[in-house]
């Protein structure tokens, strides 16, 4: 026997090979980058985010002002290191809640079935079929903005098509033999679903989480820039490329940082969920495409 | 090159052949260790081997194949003289396929699905042969016809998935003898067909070596496949050649302990005994220490075994054995390595008892719902009738699709039948909870009266009462499937106890253990992972997962098909020690008969979901009075070079049950005319007991 009579824990193991791989390595390290950014930047903030200076403006990136600043003559620089803790503050509180809810309706549904799960399916259909982005102003036009609105919204949309990936993951569990032994045993639906089909649709739901992580962030970044998302002057990676857009021509500064940040942060990560797919063998590439 | 020279020179002749690949921590692990083999042309040589033993890896190898991640480490391959390995890529594919032909296992998924059959056999023929597009589709139907499947012109049109297994392997043979082969490749052709197939399959592959003379490697864990198309037999064991030699002296007198203790683990239709299992399992690769590979397992073993690797030497028979003993191998009698025959079950009271079982897999559409209409056309189960005392073991046995594993289901609760009831019978003691209370679902039968009350079981598995569930337990065929691949044995172990006795803490450890023990494995594994234990090791945890709800009665789903011998032998001990012991009733389902004589008291045949004969096993297997149950004997193999199996009906698959009449009247080789289509046999007792029970005309007309 080759393997250890001591199994290392599942996630260990995937943490592991996760790291192992150059693509999780560089994704992991620019998402923990941006998390504890995102913490310290209070602290590492040169400037009042919301200092405005009529004699400041557009100034290039400098000794003082170290990005150069925008229009109002505020510091790019400060701003862009606290534009991301709005966004992150949602997102890593609606995804997990999207998980959570898409995950176990669709772990339910597969194991269930029958007429519950055909109506059911069909409703996340015509949810999935509309544009994200119109189902999204519809409830934000009607409740108005701010964190109450915003989390509960991305929490569920981005729910729904979690509920998709988690049943068919489930379905691939179901017919397994375990699954029926312990249904013959008499365990109730509850303990089916808690201790045969969660475990083994864990893997695919976390993959599925990271992916809408990185989704939710586009969104909520787009939300900001359309002027839905954070109000001013609360510094935001999608409002500072909004305001930003005037000028670029001749003050591209104010625009890039923001850009460059938000997108480093969304590659990471893209890289880390590819990496974390590979690790617990779930591959993106052969899922229905959502 | 001289015309003697070439006619001396083997076929295939590959020396000293290593093949490897490098783990993680950078080792190279050895699948195959010098391996020689000579193939010379018009022979059949057999490799056999347990799973993991490198057989399979040699055989591709014939052709310069080797599996991603695998690496020639030693050793040459010649065919025809030519290295194979030297061989440039463009060179190779004109081999494969062309000289080279190979039969993979699982035809249904080599086939691509999406093309009809004969334009796959006319692509192989457009890469390996100069044949025009008229020629190509000629020799394709020829080719069809050559592997005698019935009107080629028809089948040709025919997509994989619209032909039956058997149907499917013979166009795989048929596409391997498109590029006109030399060298023939059968990678373990008939695994997975049924016994009367695979006799059919085996047929055709004999009658093609007799009338082209091409040269075959077959490739099989199945003695009795190898005995039936093989002249010389090369035995494989933890990837090392260990006995070769010609097919009678391998399979009767060999001379080597591993093919003898193979041989004796093989259940025979002859005999209603347990085979002797081999204790222990082979090394994982690179795993062998510095001695004799076998020597852990060996019943021969000497001191010198473990420190030197023998030689592969002549030995007397006309073998060549890698060991030192080879001679003493004949002293390990047959005989003397399998166990005396069991004893049946005496115990007569009724445990569980089917009446008039009817299970159809059919949708109903709404409308018919709604009209309360039942669904249309035969029901897949039809009219099973069966009885299974306490403690005894029944077998259902049957061609896939006869709707063996259907029955099992329907009385594990997990399929509802349409039709029919199910009663179980326990102890009185436990009326409470047997009655369910609240729910009327289960009724007793003899209320008030001391004595044992039979319970009807609920159709659906959560509206039986929690006891009646713990009585009855399931052990499925695939130990991959049976087990959560994220649960350690432990928590396995646990769910049963759990739920029907409370266990926790120390007294759910101490039990687990207990049963651990109980089948064969320690304590230490405990924390084992399904992923980290053997195809075996998975099937012990299944089944003590099942006994330790401490069941009336056990469901033993094809337990041990997907095993190797060696350890189908070991599992099938470990059930009847258990029977014998905690006194467990079985309904075993099962498509392989010498399996049955080895573990049933009682047989039941089945033919698309309709019983066709039921009696004691000794006197079904002695005096089978079924056309059905006579074809399915007649069928099986035996690894014995002169055995012949008798093809007494065509290897047709039916896709479901006639409207009409005797379910086997399409097949049957003694059809009476039209009484057959017509009319259900009745049932009618072969001995004057009654216990041995038929199903046929033919027994009225007589």
Redesign the interface.
Same mark, same amino acid.
Request: no cysteine; proline share 5%; charged share 25%.
């Given at each position: 026997m080759t393997t250890p009579a001591r199994p290392a824990g599942h996630w260990g193991q995937v943490l592991r090979d996760l790291v192992a791989r150059p693509s999780g390595a560089v994704g992991l390290a620019l998402v923990l980058l941006h998390l504890a950014l995102a913490a310290s930047s209070p602290w590492l903030a040169t400037h009042d985010y919301k200092a405005v200076s009529p004699t400041l403006m557009l100034l290039p990136p400098g000794a003082e002002h170290w990005f150069g600043t925008d229009h109002l003559g505020r510091d790019v620089y400060t701003r862009t290191l606290l534009g991301g803790r709005e966004a992150l503050l949602v997102t890593l509180v609606a995804t997990p809640v999207a998980v959570l809810w898409g995950g176990l309706l669709g772990v339910y549904l597969g194991l269930v079935g029958g007429r519950l799960d055909d109506v059911l399916m069909r409703v996340v259909d015509a949810l999935l079929s509309l544009p994200w982005i119109l189902k999204m102003l519809l409830l934000i036009v009607t409740f108005g903005t701010g964190l109450a609105v915003l989390v509960p919204t991305l929490a569920f949309f981005y729910g729904v098509p979690v509920i998709r990936i988690a049943r068919a993951a489930a379905h691939n569990v179901v017919a397994r033999d375990f699954v029926l032994a312990a249904r013959a045993r008499g365990h109730g639906r509850l303990a089916v679903i808690r201790r045969e089909l969660l475990p083994n649709v864990l893997d695919a739901l976390m993959v599925e989480g990271a992916m809408r992580w990185s989704w939710m962030l586009l969104a909520f970044s787009s939300l900001s820039f359309l002027g839905f998302g954070v109000s001013p002057p609360t510094p935001d990676w999608g409002l500072m490329v909004a305001d930003a857009r005037s000028y670029l021509p001749i003050a591209p500064w104010a625009g890039l940082f923001p850009i460059v940040a938000l997108s480093s942060l969304i590659i990471g990560i893209n890289l880390t969920a590819d990496a974390l797919a590979k690790a617990v063998g779930v591959d993106r590439a052969q899922k229905a495409p959502i | 090159m001289t015309d003697v020279a070439s006619s001396a020179q083997p076929l295939l002749d590959i020396r000293g052949l290593s093949v490897g690949y490098t783990?993680r921590a950078g080792r190279v692990r050895e699948v195959l260790r010098d391996v020689d083999l000579c193939v010379h042309a018009g022979q059949t040589l057999g490799l056999v081997g347990e799973s993991g033993s490198g057989k399979s890896t040699l055989a591709l190898a014939a052709m310069a194949y080797l599996k991603p991640g695998l690496r020639r480490t030693a050793g040459s391959v010649r065919f025809q003289g030519q290295d194979l390995f030297e061989l440039p890529e463009a060179a190779l594919q004109r081999l494969r396929g062309g000289v080279v032909g190979l039969v993979p296992q699982n035809a249904g998924q080599a086939l691509t699905p999406t093309s009809r059959v004969g334009a796959q056999i006319e692509e192989s023929l457009r890469l390996h042969t100069a044949l025009g597009v008229d020629a190509r589709r000629a020799r394709a139907l020829e080719l069809l016809e050559q592997v005698r499947l019935p009107q080629p012109a028809l089948l040709a049109r025919r997509y994989p998935h619209e032909l039956s297994g058997g149907q499917q392997q013979r166009v795989a043979i048929a596409m391997a003898l498109a590029g006109g082969p030399r060298l023939l490749l059968l990678d373990e052709p008939t695994t997975g067909l049924d016994v009367t197939t695979q006799a059919h399959v085996l047929d055709l592959l004999r009658e093609l070596h007799r009338s082209t003379g091409t040269t075959m490697v077959y490739v099989s864990h199945d003695l009795g496949a190898i005995a039936r198309v093989c002249d010389r037999v090369s035995v494989m064991y933890a990837g090392e050649l260990v006995l070769e030699g010609p097919a009678r002296g391998v399979l009767r007198q060999p001379a080597h302990p591993y093919p003898r203790g193979l041989l004796a683990s093989i259940p025979r239709l002859s005999a209603a005994r347990l085979p002797a299992s081999l204790p222990g399992r082979p090394p +994982?690769p690179g795993?062998a220490g510095a001695g004799c590979a076998f020597a852990p397992r060996c019943g021969l073993v000497q001191p010198r075994c473990a420190t030197e690797r023998p030689v592969l030497r002549d030995v007397p028979g006309a073998m060549r054995a890698r060991c030192h003993y080879a001679e003493r191998a004949h002293g390990l009698d047959a005989p003397a390595l399998s166990t005396p025959p069991r004893e049946p079950a005496g115990l007569t009271d009724a445990l569980l008892e089917l009446r008039d079982l009817g299970v159809s897999y059919a949708r109903r559409g709404w409308i018919d719902q709604l009209a309360g209409r039942p669904p249309a056309g035969p029901m897949t189960v039809d009219g099973v009738d069966l009885t299974l005392a306490r403690g005894q073991v029944l077998a259902l046995v049957g061609e896939s699709g006869s709707g063996k594993s259907t029955v099992l289901k329907a009385v +594990?609760? $997990?399929l509802a039948p349409a039709r029919g009831t199910m009663r179980l019978t326990a102890p009185v003691d436990v009326e409470g909870d047997l009655t369910g209370a609240s729910n009327g679902d289960a009724t007793t039968a003899r209320r008030g009266d001391a004595g044992p009350q039979a319970v009807t079981l609920a159709p659906d598995?959560?509206r039986?009462a929690?006891d009646v $569930?713990?009585r009855? =337990?399931?052990v499925? =065929?695939?130990p991959d499937?049976? $087990?959560?691949?994220?649960?350690?044995v432990a928590?396995a172990l646990a =769910?049963?106890l759990q739920?029907y006795f409370g266990l926790s803490g120390v007294a759910l450890r101490e039990r687990s253990i207990e049963w651990l023990e109980r089948v064969r494995l320690g304590a230490?594994y405990l924390?084992? $992972?399904p992923? =980290?234990m053997s195809g075996g090791e998975k099937q012990r945890v +299944?089944i003590a997962?099942a006994f330790a +709800?401490e069941p009336d009665l056990v469901l033993c789903d094809e337990v041990t098909s997907a095993l190797d011998v060696s350890v189908q032998a070991a599992v099938l001990d470990l059930l009847e020690t258990l029977r014998r012991e905690r006194g467990t009733a079985y309904l075993v389902v099962s498509h392989d008969l010498a399996v049955v004589r080895a573990l049933a008291d009682r047989v039941a045949v089945l033919y698309q979901g309709r019983l066709c004969e039921v009696g004691p096993a000794a006197d079904v297997y002695a005096r089978p009075s079924h056309p059905y149950t006579e074809v399915l004997l007649g069928a099986v193999l035996e690894p014995d070079p002169d055995h012949v199996p008798r093809l007494l009906a065509q290897d047709v698959v039916e896709a479901g049950p006639p409207a009409r009449g005797c379910a086997f009247q399409r097949r049957c080789p003694k059809r009476l005319g039209p009484v057959c289509d017509e009319q259900v046999p009745p049932w009618r007792a072969v001995d004057v007991a009654g216990r041995h029970r038929v199903r046929c005309h033919l027994h009225l007309a007589v």
């Open positions: - | 783990d +994982a795993e +594990a609760g $997990l598995v959560t039986r929690r $569930l713990r009855i =337990q399931l499925f =065929q695939n499937d049976s $087990l959560n691949p994220r649960h350690t928590t =769910q049963p739920l230490h924390d084992r $992972l992923g =980290q +299944a997962r +709800a």
